[in-house]
Structures are given as C-alpha cells and as structure tokens.
C-alpha cells in the first residue's frame, strides 16, 4: 500500500474559486502536499491522462471540458493515500455522495465532479508521473 496519491482540482471548481477550500479539506483530512501546480491540459494531453476512456461514449466531452480552463494539480501523501483520499472526495454522482465529501461541496454534477482522485496505487504512480518530475516532488 502506498503513502501516495494524485488529484486533480477539475476546471469548474477552479472557475469557481474553490480550489483554496478543497485544498483547505485535503490538508485538514491529514494529507501533505508534496508537488502542487496549476496548468492547463492540451488535448493530446488530455486525452492521454484519460485513455482508460477513450472508447467510452463520453471520452470526447471529458476531453473537452478537461482541456477548457486550468486546473490545480496535486501529489499527496498520508498512510492509505488512495483509499483516504477517495473516501475524502465522495461518489462520482455529488447527489450520492457522502456529506461534508469535496464533491457533495464542490461538484455541480457527475460530468463536473470538482476534483479527481486516483483509483488504485498503481494509477496514482503513473498520474503522479504524468504531471510531476521528480524534481518538482519535496
């Protein structure tokens, strides 16, 4: 089990100014930031990060909102990153999720869920990865 983990503030909670209060809940939850950047995903870029999708109905809408304004971009750490971390974000779907989750806060739908969390630790290494060097780790 590893102590890391990766999110990714969405670009509609960006938008909407929440990215210093979900920060706020990830840091009260008892997780450390160990590299944290905002930028903005190309297409190509996107479509990478989310290739697990590409053949699902929904790939090119997720492409395209991910790619529509900047996001905040995160590795964290905590014993039980992932699964803490999961719990901590709450369901997919903000009208299932748990109360006082960042998306039951944070999320305007299924589609624009607030943040992304990852789903296993060898997804979370690989995210980490993608958007961080090691140099850009402390």
């Known amino acids: ?32 930031i160990k590299g944290l950047k905002m930028t903005q995903l190309s297409k ?32 964290l750490e905590k014993e039980n990153a992932v699964a803490d971390f999961r719990a901590l974000i709450g369901s997919t779907n903000p009208e299932e999720a748990a109360e006082g989750t960042i998306r039951k806060m944070f999320a305007e739908s299924v589609g624009r869920n607030a943040v992304h969390g990852s789903d296993s630790d060898e997804n979370a290494a690989i995210e980490c990865s993608f958007h961080f060097s090691a140099r850009e780790l402390y």
């Not at 983990?5 to 969405?10: N, V």
């Not at 938008?15 to 008892?30: D, F, R």
């Not at 996107?46 to 590795?75: C, D, K, N, W």
Request: charged share 20%; glycine share 8%; aromatic share 10%.
């Open 44 to 75: 190509r870029e996107a479509e990478s990060f989310y290739a697990i999708h590409s053949e699902r109905p929904f790939f090119g809408e997720l492409v395209q909102f991910m790619t529509s304004g900047p996001i905040v971009a995160a590795v």
């Open 1 to 32: 089990m590893s102590r890391t983990t990766f999110t990714m503030i969405k670009p509609d909670a960006v938008s909407a100014g929440h990215v210093g209060a979900i920060l706020e809940k990830i840091t009260t939850a008892g997780f450390d």
